[in-house]
């Protein structure tokens, strides 16, 4: 049997940027190791698998479906960018007819609809958020969210990424997410920012992924324009960050929808902004999120570019 296939670059409109996740068009569910075959196939950060849900079990008509996403190595509770790519794809690829669609996911229904200027909003959770305590490490924020002490081991995996020479101001870690933010010195530039490297190895060694599933860094530059953290248009943004994963199989991944539900809600409270323009800076690609806090969802806008459309072989 062969099925339609694409892979989408995500949160840009540059095919050499963003971040790329297939999209398998597969109408009925398959077996868990069948999707776990297919991902490490397309060996991309993420494959996701949208099943129509509605009576008519048809992509262009359905306005419900059921996805999940699976990485090289295994399945994960959320995705947005390989979201945004399969809504890109039902809408732009499918023509699929409704101005709206429902994800049905392990992280509770998703919408996805048209924004009226070509790209799409995502309505996904917001996170809860918690300081970090460390013996060494002070922060100036520790009135704004709730505190627990930092396993002892932490540390140290933090700095399989973040050279000792940058500092840090605080840890905040998203429990239901399993993923910890690093804030780092608002003085570092692009060209430091971009510089950082995982030691993928020592990390894995150092922690098995209990605690934390990623790490992103993240910092809000003082002086955007000075340190490089502006668009093509000059437009400065409200935050930058990155995202490692060796936990998920993904070293560092380009645009991490799923992060920002933990990254924006976080520089909300710290500059009391509920629209933040955010910029995920992956050595050479970079993506951009325009996000809106509403209640306890996170709003991500986001454009997305197919880059290779197939069919792809099954049994």
Known sequence: MTYPSYIVNAFTKDISKGNPAAVCLIPQALQEENYQKIAAD??????????????????KTSKKFSLRWFTPTNEVPLCGHATLATAHVLFNEIGNENDEIHFETKSGVLTVKKDGNGNLEMNFPKYELTLLKFDDLLSSHDNRFPEMAAPPFLIDVIHCVIPNKISMESVIYAPKYGGAIVIIDPETTKAEFESFKIDSKKALELHDGSFVRGISISLRPSNPLAQGFIDESGEAYDYACRYFGPWDGVNEDPATGSAQCSIAPYWAVVTKKEKLYGFQAF???????RIRIQGDRVILNGSSVTVQADNLNHD
């Open 42 to 59: 397309f060996n991309l950060s993420e494959t996701a698998f949208p099943v129509p849900l509605d009576s008519s079990l048809d992509y």
């Open 283 to 289: 050595p050479g690609r970079g993506a951009q999120f």
